[in-house]
């Protein structure tokens, strides 16, 4: 019988499936039932159930490549990852769509969902760094900047080579619309003439002097999404550019111990000790029960996770958008409010760190 969680999932029809790279596939789907399509912000993500070879399912995140214009109907852009056993799910549900699924097929996905999206209220000029499929959110972003902003954009992509480049004629095109729209390619591994023939614009790695000589001193939005190896890299060097944190959003699904080394650098410079208490004021506390910290909560935060992260503790992480589950924490005491509805139940005595702020006081088991 099917839980509460699984009656979110709606069926989807997949009416096209276009090779992209080597190693990337686009997915167009379109809900069975009109009225199940949802709006969503350019960054944000589909969940889908996927078989998973045992008679039941797993999840898996996939963002949302297209246009939010582009009303009924999602994209999603898949990197074919190394092929698994049972007892290795890495790369199951990529290769289930590159392999078993075509035109036709019906998948089921919940709405989408997620905190990684442009920040529609800025006017400052606009960085997209990607690297390999993690250009799907940028493209997307892309494309609203260019159809509805005037703002500078730096688009910049890094991957391995020619081969492998997704969506690079979308990226072209998008840049043509308007005047203010700059386009950079990386390649790891350039072939002979890539270099010449314009297919990118630099090679080898993305590096600090690459992007001084393309952004000029200014204060930019920068978005970014990759493999962890990636993300580190260029985190420790925007903060090497003394680009602010704040400044900095990024898309990553994995462990926060992959992520560590950029956590540490996004740490506040001044934060109290494991053992110092945070000063006494009027509003709701959040106690840490193991390690006995109080801290109070300020308000400022977008959620219970961020707001611990910023004292310098570094719960598990995943999706930070109530799907995976890593950051479930137990809930002594107080109360919560979802800002963001978790994809499965929680008991009242647990609670998810990444889509919650407190109503009261709480007690956590950490």
Not at 141 to 163: G, Y
């Amino acid at each position: 019988m099917l839980n509460a969680a699984a009656s979110r999932f709606r069926p989807f029809e997949v009416v096209s499936k276009v090779r992209e790279s080597t190693t990337i596939t686009s997915f167009r789907l379109v809900p069975v039932e009109p009225q199940h399509w949802r709006p969503f912000e350019a960054g944000q993500f589909l969940t889908m159930r996927v078989p998973d070879r045992k008679g039941g399912h797993v999840l898996r995140n996939y963002t949302v490549s297209s246009s939010p214009r582009e009303e009924g109907t999602y994209r999603i852009t898949v990197k074919r990852e190394a092929a698994t056993t049972q007892d290795v799910p890495e790369g199951l549900s990529s290769c289930w769509l590159h392999d078993e699924i075509e035109p036709g097929a019906v998948i089921e996905i919940d709405p989408p969902r997620g905190a990684f999206k442009l920040d529609n209220a800025s006017s400052r000029p606009v960085v997209l760094l990607s690297g390999g499929v993690g250009m799907t959110p940028t493209v997307s972003m892309l494309n609203v900047l260019a159809r509805e902003s005037d703002r500078p954009v730096w688009f910049i992509h890094a991957c391995d080579s020619a081969a492998v480049h997704a969506l690079r004629e979308e990226v072209e095109y998008l840049a043509t619309l308007r005047p203010g729209i700059a386009v950079h390619f990386c390649y790891r591994f350039a072939g002979s003439g890539d270099l010449d023939a314009a297919r990118c614009h630099s090679k080898g790695f993305l590096t600090r002097a690459t992007l001084q000589n393309l952004l000029p001193l200014d204060d930019y939005d920068i978005y970014m999404c990759g493999p962890p190896p990636f993300m580190q890299a260029l985190y420790s060097i925007l903060a090497g550019l003394g680009v602010r944190k704040d400044r900095i959003a990024y898309e990553f699904f994995g462990p926060a111990s992959l992520l560590s080394e950029a956590g540490q650098m996004a740490k506040p410079p001044s934060m109290p000790s494991p053992a110092e208490p945070a000063i006494e004021r009027n509003g709701p506390h959040v106690v840490l029960q193991k390690s006995g910290r109080k801290l109070v909560w300020d308000g400022t935060s977008e959620s219970i996770l961020a707001f611990l992260e910023a004292q310098g503790i570094e719960p598990e992480f995943s999706c930070r958008a109530g799907v995976c589950g890593t950051c479930e924490q137990g809930l002594v005491s107080g109360e919560v409010d979802y800002f963001e509805e978790p994809l499965e139940a929680i008991p009242d005595d647990r609670v998810l760190l990444c889509c919650t702020r407190p109503k009261s006081s709480i007690v956590l088991d950490l």
